[in-house]
Structures are given as C-alpha cells and as structure tokens.
C-alpha cells in the first residue's frame, strides 16, 4: 500500500470500545432487492457481502420498523419476527470477513408509498401531498395519530431487539433524507399545535432512549448505536443549520456511538442563516466536540478524494456510496497498491454488470441515482 493512504487503515475506537478495522464505512444503500414482503433475498445477501468484505463498518439498506412505514419496492423489513430468519443471514454474511454489521432502522412517514403499505396510505407528522421515489403523481400522506406515534417509537425499539437476536453488531436510527424521524424536526413537514409540534425534537429523543432502553434489556454496551441525520433542507421554512446544532447538541448528551451526516458532497457548504457559506462538516464537528465519532459521506469516487476527506480532521469514519457500488474492491485495490485498476465510472456495457443486484443496475442505467458514467450520458 502506498504509505500515503495509511491514514485510512487507522482503527477506530467507538465510545463503547467497540474497535473498527479502519475508517470505511459501508453506506445504507437503497437497493430494492428484497423479497416483496421485505424478507431478505438470495441477491441480497450476495451483493451485502461483497461490500461488507474490506470496510470496518457496514450497514444495512433502510429497514423499515412498521408497515406503515414502507417506502420502496424491495424494502427490507425488520418490522416482524417472522423476518429474523433472513435477517440472521444477513448479518453472518456481512461480520463474515470482519466488518462489525449494523442495521439501519427506519420509517418512511409521508415518504412511505401508498401502493405498497397495506392500508394503502401514508402518515406524516402534518398532513402532506407530495412526490417520492419512483412516483408519477403525488400522493397524500394525512396526519398520524397519537397512538401511532407511540406505536411508531416502540416498533424502533422492537427492530432494535430483532437486530440484537439476529446478531448484528449495532443499530442506525435513519433520522435523515426526508423520512419520518427528519420529517418530526423539521418545520416544513411539522406544523401540529401539540405537543409533538411545540418540542420538534421530542420525536427523536423518544426513538433514541426507546433504542437505548432496548439495548440495556436485551444486550450489553458492545452493541453500537448510531444516528443518521440531514444537516439542512432546501424547503423554506425547513430544517437549517441552526436547528441541526440544536439537534447536535442533544443527541451528543445521549449514549450513541457516532452521528452520520447525509451529504451528496462531503464538502457542501451551508445554504442560509448565520453560518451561511460554511463548510457544513467542519461546523458538525465543532459541536460534536470530540463526544463521539463523525460519520460523513459524499460523492468520493477516488482514493485521494477519500483521503483527503479524512485530512481534514473533520470526520473520523468515511462511507462509500455510490463508489462502492460501482467497484466493491474499491478498499481492498487501496490497500494491495491496485489503484490503477479501481472502477469509477457507471460502464452499461460491462458484462458483470459492477456485480449489481439487477433491480440497483437497472436504476444506475436509467439514470435514476447521479455518478460518472463511461458513456457521458
């Protein structure tokens, strides 16, 4: 390996001690591959692997915590018991060469698609029409109720305890992307006059502790917890960078593990408000204040944009995304000096395919996720 990229390979010591092999992440991937009843499927379990092989920590696609909450064909499930025998799968097969496995938690809310959720409907936090996903049209997401909240933060923790039985190493609360944890702290999607509306993070912080308690209960401390979050929204009103330090600095007084911050560009700058012009990461970090590990991804398609991303000092872990889709040798080529042969590019006419369930190639070909393809469409 060239001795530059060594800072890469570094270990990464988590809050609960538990110890990562180095500083990749493998991101949470949409990839609607699962069977049509959110079990997990054969190709999945292939395609995990691959990418779980060389990265020190690995996580799963969304996995929603309730039916209502679905929010994509092929969208794994970890909402039944009746799910745990695939999920057990799963987890063997990404910790199987040395990746601490975690599964993402989550629930669309008014991003959930009403075709695929058995009441035919969606519930936000206010009442909503919109677009999502592959959708057409826009459909209509009404209000969710009290008692579906409740029932909503303890489906979290019941996830939390399928995830522990299926023997995963940790949890990610997918707070980010427009989905319902997001859609609670945000004032574009929130506009109740109770008490879910008056304290916008009281939603989060109640999947937090439900997460936290079901791990006192059903584990010990090595199990890890994370939080995915989005740092501003492009809807005016909507979340800015002054509510998401708000947001920072309660979840750094809570026991996780690291915060993950969603970002095309690992080196986007904020939008609006005071901290306007300001590169989003770096600020992040400031409030993180060394109480846990940043977790950051964005648009790295080459070893030196990796490294450099980690030179900053900003973050302590990386995640690949659409990279690793594209090459899932991307970290193993680093470390064996076989960089020249590293695949950046979206080639349509390789015939492995980039080793691509056929549902995540057949949306890379149309075009349907941004990346650099070898064709200049």
Request: glycine share 6%; aromatic share 8%; charged share 30%.
């Amino acid at each position: 390996m060239d001795k530059k990229f060594e800072p890469l390979f570094e270990n990464v010591t988590l809050p609960n001690k538990a110890e990562l092999r180095n500083k990749f992440v493998l991101a949470p991937l949409t990839h609607t591959s699962s069977n049509d009843d959110g079990t997990i499927s054969d190709v999945e379990i292939n395609y995990m692997e691959q990418r779980s092989t060389d990265v020190g920590l690995a996580i799963t696609a969304a996995s929603y915590v309730t039916d209502l909450g679905k929010s994509f064909p092929g969208h794994p499930s970890v909402s039944r018991d009746s799910d745990l025998d695939g999920l057990k799968r799963l987890a063997a097969a990404m910790k199987k060469n040395g990746a601490k496995a975690i599964a993402q938690i989550h629930h669309g809310g008014a991003q959930a698609l009403p075709r695929l959720t058995s009441s035919g409907e969606a519930a936000a936090p206010s009442p909503i029409t919109l677009k999502s996903f592959d959708e057409s049209e826009e459909h209509y997401a009404r209000q969710i109720t009290q008692d579906e909240i409740e029932e909503t933060i303890t489906a979290f923790g019941e996830a939390t305890r399928r995830a522990i039985e299926a023997g995963f190493d940790g949890v990610e609360i997918h707070g980010a992307n427009h989905y319902i944890i997001q859609q609670f702290v945000s004032p574009h999607y929130n506009r109740r006059d109770d008490e879910w509306g008056e304290d916008r993070l009281k939603f989060p912080m109640r999947v937090v502790d439900e997460v936290v308690n079901a791990v006192k209960t059903h584990t010990d401390d090595s199990f890890i917890i994370g939080y995915r979050f989005s740092p501003e929204e492009a809807e005016n009103p909507g979340i800015t960078m002054e509510i998401t330090e708000d947001l920072v600095k309660h979840l750094v007084e809570k026991p996780l593990d690291y915060l993950h911050v969603s970002l095309m560009d690992v080196h986007a700058k904020t939008r609006v408000g005071k901290y306007q012009g300001e590169e989003r990461i770096k600020l992040l970090h400031e409030w993180i204040d060394g109480r846990m590990p940043l977790l950051g991804i964005g648009s790295i398609f080459t070893p030196e944009q990796a490294l450099e991303a980690v030179e900053t000092g900003n973050i302590e872990l990386l995640a690949l995304g659409r990279e690793i889709l594209l090459d899932h040798n991307f970290v193993n080529k680093i470390e064996n000096d076989a960089t020249d042969t590293i695949i950046s590019k979206f080639d349509p006419y390789r015939e492995d395919k980039h080793d691509l369930p056929p549902n995540l190639w057949d949306a890379f070909n149309d075009g349907f996720y941004p990346l650099p393809r070898t064709d200049g469409k």
